[in-house]
């Protein structure tokens, strides 16, 4: 009866979506991030400077809207080159291949943040399953599994050790009215507080700024403890 209600709530959607991803994809990249970053930074030492930045940058926008190309987002985002491969035998995939993108991002006062970024991949799911007739998502609904979806893989990362200091979540809402270079000005947030961090560990000091993306006290907020999925059964096994 608990499964029917899971389902029919589509509560284990996000959570589910938020899992497999980690499990297929993060926990296999990113204890491989700062090593690809470094190899890069010898060859490259003046675009990655800053420490702090040699992470994935994983976006994830509550709308589920997802483009394959970061620079059709945003003009101010460009491509620069790819960062050394993985390759691995995978679920029957002979050298499988994994491997990150780094871009070149411009801010307000046309200083340029280069960092490797991406999109949250399992969010195309969530927006193609609202398209499709058969999952029956309204828009409303996706934006919950959005959050949830957040919420989780934040969690799952923070109990990470193998995970830990190779990423940066940036969630977001999109302005009602479009902004040419919203997306652009979010990244170099986070990159400038990555800087600003880097160098109060230098300096010994703690230096606090508010941000201006949402985090998960925002999302608490906005998603009652009941929506969460819960477990079939309560005996431990």
């Not at 675009?47 to 483009?67: E, G, N, Q």
């Not at 934040?154 to 979540?169: F, V």
């Not at 270079?181 to 800087?195: P, T």
Request: charged fraction near 25%.
């Amino acid at each position: 009866e608990m499964s029917e209600m899971s389902e029919r709530s589509k509560q284990n959607v996000a959570h589910g979506l938020a899992w497999s991803y980690y499990v297929g994809y993060l926990k296999i990249v990113l204890p491989r991030m700062k090593k690809s970053m470094e190899e890069f930074s010898r060859a490259n030492p003046n675009l990655l400077a800053c420490r702090r930045t040699w992470k994935l940058h994983i976006l994830v926008p509550l709308s589920c809207d997802v483009y394959d190309e970061l620079e059709k987002a945003d003009s101010n985002i460009q491509y620069v080159t790819d960062l050394t491969e993985t390759t691995l035998a995978r679920a029957g995939t002979k050298k499988r291949v994994y491997k990150h993108s780094l871009y070149a991002i411009r801010d307000e006062e046309n200083q340029l943040w280069h960092c490797a970024v991406e999109y949250a991949t399992p969010l195309q799911s969530l927006y193609a399953m609202s398209q499709d007739e058969c999952a029956a998502f309204s828009r409303e609904e996706r934006l919950e599994q959005a959050k949830l979806f957040y919420r989780t893989l934040e969690d799952i990362l923070k109990g990470s050790k193998e995970c830990a200091g190779a990423y940066r979540l940036i969630a977001y809402e999109e302005p009602e009215e479009a902004e040419t270079h919203f997306l652009s000005r979010e990244i170099a947030w986070h990159l400038r507080q990555e800087h600003h961090e880097e160098i109060a560990v230098l300096e010994g000091s703690h230096p606090h700024s508010p941000s201006t993306t949402l985090d998960s006290a925002e999302l608490n907020l906005q998603i009652s403890v009941s929506d969460l999925p819960q477990p079939l059964r309560t005996d431990g096994f």
